[in-house]
């Protein structure tokens, strides 16, 4: 019989052990590798080091142990968590390696339930954590659902303005010599559309980030495929012949078109089916410090693709994610990333700023039940903060090495509370330097800012 109750209980407690998938977003550079690498790190010390008082189980003793395990899906690439401490263990220290791909990884956490009725059922259980990393720009590519050949081109013909304008002039040259109605012709569009994509790749270099279809940029296994070999007509619609339908040969446009609708179908909606779908919570990274930093354009560009990448989110009945996919996401966190580039006392307006940043989704999503939060963070401090004496008195600045490995302590400047307008820039001056990650003692956890509060909001109710 005791052999029977002790099955049972087993049973019971392996069905109480929970997984939560947490997907994390953001746009490139936003530090979404830096963040899995320090949360994967300050779980690692979760039970032997008190270190994150804001997370309850945490500061409450409750937790057992931690550790990786083996990831379920066996498609998607490990992510490299072995590799992105190395780097940042190094002497001197370095930051990660940029991402290319989606990678995923699984963390098990063992905990004494606090809530009376898991408690009946066993004394411990297991929370196991998914966490995913993928670059964001795919995620800017979702709009393309709703949008036809004809439309996506008109639109990205309107964008051509200012330096965008001057990176594509190849490819605007090389357009010149396609006629849309003559038989189709491979090589003539493979030319064309690796200038297309040669002019997308400058964007990107020049910091911009709206940067669209996202695979042409960051194309993972789809590299040299050749329904990544398309591009946006930039000739009126009228100039494609209507006898071109009743003719036997394809034409140049028939297959730009049908190339486009292959990349709608099988890229984009084959992602955010596989992805989108199965994700419990989401964390959004922004780093609204570097385009601060670059200027009025920067920003712009920024907010613009901040915005087409929350479309994502919206998550009511009637949005296009929601008809496609049904994603079962419950919460969902906006985070400003790096945080320790600012002074502690321009946290407060940095928060502020990513709320007004987000507001155009805040609605949306609160009104459909899922729980959302902003906060300010840094993944792994880079800095340390203290005060500067001035003629005027006492000023807060922060201490770091640069990546040059200069030594320096500075006022970065103040962040805006609101959205900035363009005059912002004549009147501010900005200077958020890139430091060098702090050198970390061995046995301790990464240096970081409220990591755990972001733990708290993320999984702290299935460790009650
Ligand atoms: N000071 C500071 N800098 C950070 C922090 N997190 C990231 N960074 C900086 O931001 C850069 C980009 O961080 P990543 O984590 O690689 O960003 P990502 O979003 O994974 O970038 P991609 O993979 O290229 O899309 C790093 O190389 C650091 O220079 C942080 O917490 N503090
Ligand atoms: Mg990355």
Redesign the pocket.
């Known amino acids: 019989m005791r052999q029977i109750g002790q099955d049972v209980s087993e049973l019971i407690q392996r069905g109480l052990d929970s997984n939560i998938k947490v997907a994390v977003t953001?746009?490139?550079?936003?530090?979404?590798?830096?963040?899995i690498?320090?949360l994967l790190n300050q779980i690692q010390y979760l039970s032997t080091h008190h270190h994150l008082p804001f997370l309850a189980a945490s500061q409450e003793q409750r937790i057992i142990g931690t550790k990786r395990i083996p990831q379920r899906n066996l498609m998607v690439s490990r992510f490299d968590y072995e590799q992105a401490i190395a780097a940042l263990q190094s002497d001197p220290p370095d930051?990660?390696?940029?991402?290319?791909d989606v990678s995923e990884t699984r963390v098990a956490i063992k905990y004494r339930p606090e809530k009376r009725t898991k408690r009946l059922l066993g004394k411990s259980l297991t929370l196991h954590i998914d966490l995913i990393?993928y670059?964001?720009e795919w995620l800017l590519d979702l709009p393309l659902l709703e949008m036809s050949f004809e439309q996506w081109s008109t639109q990205q013909t309107q964008q051509l303005s200012g330096t965008r304008k001057e990176m594509a002039t190849a490819w605007m040259a090389a357009s010149q010599s396609l006629n849309l109605n003559d038989e189709a012709d491979e090589q003539l569009l493979a030319g064309i559309a690796s200038e297309f994509t040669d002019y997308l790749h400058r964007c990107k270099a020049a910091g911009l980030h709206w940067v669209q279809p996202g695979r042409f940029v960051l194309p993972g296994e789809l590299a040299g495929a050749p329904v990544l070999q398309f591009f946006p007509c930039l000739q009126p619609e009228g100039n494609v012949s209507r006898r071109s339908l009743t003719r036997r040969a394809t034409t140049n446009y028939e297959v730009l078109k049908a190339r486009y609708e292959e990349y709608q179908s099988k890229v984009v909606q084959g992602f955010y089916r596989e992805y989108f779908s199965t994700f419990d919570r989401q964390v959004v990274?922004v780093?609204c410090l570097s385009p601060l930093n670059a200027g009025h354009d920067s920003f712009l560009d920024m907010q613009h693709a901040l915005v087409q990448l929350l479309q994502s989110f919206k998550y009511g009945r009637s949005g296009l994610l929601s008809r496609l996919f049904s994603p079962k996401i419950d919460k969902v966190l906006f985070a400003a990333?790096?945080?320790?580039?600012v002074t502690p006392d321009q946290h407060a307006h940095l928060l502020h700023l990513l709320n007004q940043m987000v507001q155009p989704v805040w609605q949306n999503v609160s009104y459909e039940n899922v729980a959302m939060e902003c906060m300010t963070?840094?993944?792994?401090?880079?800095?340390r903060a203290g005060y500067i004496a001035t003629p005027e008195g006492k000023m807060h600045a922060i201490q770091g090495t640069t990546l040059g490995g200069e030594s320096v302590t500075l006022f970065p400047g103040e962040v805006p509370e609101k959205l900035p307008s363009p005059g912002f820039w004549q009147s501010h001056r900005f200077d958020f330097t890139?430091?060098r990650?702090c050198a970390v003692e061995s046995g301790q956890p990464l240096p970081?800012i409220r990591l755990d509060a972001v733990l708290e909001y993320l999984i702290g109710d299935k460790l009650r």
């Open positions: 953001g746009l490139s550079r936003a530090g979404k590798t830096a963040f690498t320090s930051w990660p390696a940029p991402t290319r990393d670059p964001g990274l780093d990333t790096k945080a320790d580039h963070l840094a993944s792994v401090q880079a800095t890139e430091f990650p970081q």
